[in-house]
């Protein structure tokens, strides 16, 4: 199994294939105003739920196993932290 680290870091490199930089530090951005821990702005320009089951796609990894979510919302803990070391570049 692909570790969480790898998948986050596959869903940040989706996220701004599929929305493009100009929204990425968009949601950057919103998310480092945001008050509330469990909303990301990413989903203000796609669907971002589908964009991580693409990645887990490409891992070949069940999303609908108790493993699989959990693996989905450390991932998506560890992407978004990410992004505002990462920043907008």
């Known amino acids: 199994m692909a570790s969480v680290e790898n998948v986050a870091k596959r869903f940040t490199e989706q996220l701004i294939k599929t929305i493009g930089k100009r929204d990425w530090a968009k ?12 909303v990301c702005h990413s989903h203000d320009f796609c669907d971002a739920n589908q964009v991580m089951l693409d990645v887990f796609a490409e891992f070949k990894i069940d999303s609908f196993t108790d493993a699989g979510g959990t693996l989905w919302n450390e991932a998506w803990t560890i992407a978004k932290a990410s992004w505002q070391k990462r920043g907008t570049s």
């Open 27 to 38: 949601v950057v951005r919103r998310n480092a105003t945001e008050a509330t821990h469990d």
